[in-house]
């Protein structure tokens, strides 16, 4: 997706363009990951009062905390700017948290909403890529 200039795009006179659509997709994502850090960084400060004492959390969830706070605004950051980096830090993100939740649920918590969430999210990406890329071979 880095490199995308203006005279890539989707099928011409077809109305969809699946190039700004995948633009404006992983801009959304880039959204809701700068939020998600932030909502992080909130319970790290203690904005969060449903939390209660953040260090008294036990240490797993602390140290993801810590992770997901960092990793998700460097996530949002290379999203926004169509950098490759950025697709690359939101996969690792999108599959760690997937597998806390999944995986670990009985120290994470099982959270399906999240999971179908970033699972979705990477099916949607791909979809939108394989577009794009499809619609790049035709011209």
């Known amino acids: 997706m880095a490199g995308m200039n203006e005279e890539q795009g989707g099928?011409?006179?077809s109305g969809f363009d699946a190039r700004l659509t995948l633009i404006v997709y992983v801009r959304v994502l880039s959204v809701v990951f700068l939020l998600s850090g932030l909502q992080n960084w909130a319970r790290?400060?203690?904005?969060?009062?449903?939390?209660?004492?953040?260090?008294?959390?036990?240490?797993?969830?602390v140290v993801a905390t810590l992770f997901f706070a960092v990793a998700d605004l460097v996530a949002a950051v290379g999203l926004w700017l169509l950098a490759s980096w950025g697709t690359v830090v939101w996969m690792i993100c999108a599959l760690t948290e997937t597998a806390l939740h999944g995986a670990f649920s009985d120290v994470f918590g099982l959270n399906r909403s999240l999971i179908v969430f970033h699972v979705g999210s990477v099916l949607v990406y791909a979809g939108l890529t394989y577009l794009y890329e499809?619609?790049?071979?035709q011209q």
């Open 11 to 13: 099928a011409s006179g």
């Open 134 to 137: 499809r619609s790049r071979d």
């Open 44 to 61: 790290l400060i203690g904005l969060t009062p449903a939390d209660g004492d953040f260090l008294a959390l036990p240490t797993s969830v």
